[in-house]
């Protein structure tokens, strides 16, 4: 009813609707009318209400609330299950609660900030308010849990695509689960999973993506490695458009894998990778080394060619990988 209402009030602005007329379009009476005008006002919409000649919608808030995002997405399937929040501690642990209660593949949360963002072994995740992307999606693959780092892979092509088309910026993907703008971390990628022995119940790929974070507000350690998509576009961002980019993309890839298998997926990954033909410095918990990124195969294992020309195969999950030759993520 919410989304009906913005609509109308939407497509007349900024000509005023009357209460009436709004009533009679959508078949409910002048009080429904006026109760839901409340509530779109108390979620930050700004709804003028003159005398005699209706409602004018003035101001839409930059939140990602789910009428904006329903609004612009254009998928069929992924996103329909979305829930939003102002504050949270992860919209991974958001998912997951919905995953174990049964949500629909392809649900969606969303959050203003996170207060306990994650990155990778326990690492912390800086989300402010307003100022970034953080969202998660629950799939319900058919891999073995072995192919759990394809989803990483997958989501990565569909976030670089979705961010570079934006004039001026050109990211790429760095394995396994960064993209990076100018050398700096733009967008990290988390993928965690349920599984049993030989199947997969869900995953859940968790996305930040730093939008409009003021250098003042980055903490001064990451103020070196860390860039917003807003330092480098050279055009406005809207949050909302750009995650219904992100899941239209999502869903479109996903649905090649279902269909065609992976090879698609790993030839537009190659393309937008920028460790491929690199030296790398790789970093587990038992071992570092140095060696050539040569390739990625259909498990998303990144195979390093080291020094004394033997071929290591690199999973996710357990390891940092570092540019051999600068310091940092700079690549
Ligand atoms: C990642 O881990 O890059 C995965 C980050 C995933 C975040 C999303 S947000 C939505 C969902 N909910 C969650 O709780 N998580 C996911 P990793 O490769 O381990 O990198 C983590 C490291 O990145 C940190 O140790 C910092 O050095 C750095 N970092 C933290 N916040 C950052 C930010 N906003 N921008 C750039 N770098 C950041």
């Known amino acids: ?102 949500c629909t593949d392809g649900t969606v949360c969303v959050a203003e900030e996170q207060t306990g963002g994650r990155g990778r072994l326990s690492r912390g995740w800086f989300s402010p308010a307003g100022k970034g992307l953080w969202f998660s999606v629950v799939l319900e693959p058919p891999f073995l849990p072995e192919e759990a780092p394809k989803c990483t892979l997958l989501a990565a092509v569909a976030v670089v695509k979705a961010v570079n088309s934006y004039k001026g910026v050109h990211a790429a993907i760095k394995w396994p689960n960064d993209i990076l703008l100018d050398g700096k971390k733009l967008v990290g990628i988390l993928t965690e999973m349920s599984a049993e022995f030989g199947h997969i119940n869900y995953v859940v790929i968790g996305t930040g993506i730093n939008v409009c974070v003021p ?10 490695s860390a860039i917003s998509l807003a330092d480098k576009a050279k055009e406005p961002i809207n949050r909302v458009e750009l995650l219904a980019k992100v899941l239209a993309n ?82």
């Open 1 to 102: 009813m919410r989304g009906k209402i913005l609509n109308i009030l939407r497509a007349s602005a900024p000509e005023p609707v009357s209460g009436e007329e709004l009533a009679s379009k959508l078949g409910v009476s002048r009080t429904a009318i006026w109760k839901n005008i409340q509530a779109l006002k108390e979620e930050g919409y700004q709804i003028a209400a003159l005398t005699k000649k209706g409602y004018v919608l003035e101001n839409i808030p930059d939140k990602l609330l789910p009428v904006e995002i329903a609004q612009q997405l254009k998928t069929k399937w992924l996103g329909h299950e979305l829930h939003y929040v102002d504050s949270t501690g992860s919209t991974n642990a958001m998912c997951k609660t919905y995953a174990n209660e049964g």
């Open 215 to 224: 250098k003042e507000m980055v903490p001064p350690e990451l103020r070196d």
């Open 250 to 331: 999502l869903e479109e890839l996903y649905e090649i894998v279902l269909k065609q298998g992976f090879k698609p997926i790993l030839a537009l990954w190659r393309n937008y990778s920028t460790t491929l033909g690199k030296m790398v410095k790789v970093i587990a918990p038992d071992t570092t080394y140095v060696g050539k990124a040569l390739d990625i195969n259909e498990d998303g294992i990144l195979l390093v060619q080291k020094e004394d020309g033997t071929i290591a195969e690199v999973l996710a999950g357990d390891v940092s990988i570092r540019s051999a030759l600068g310091k940092g993520n700079k690549y």
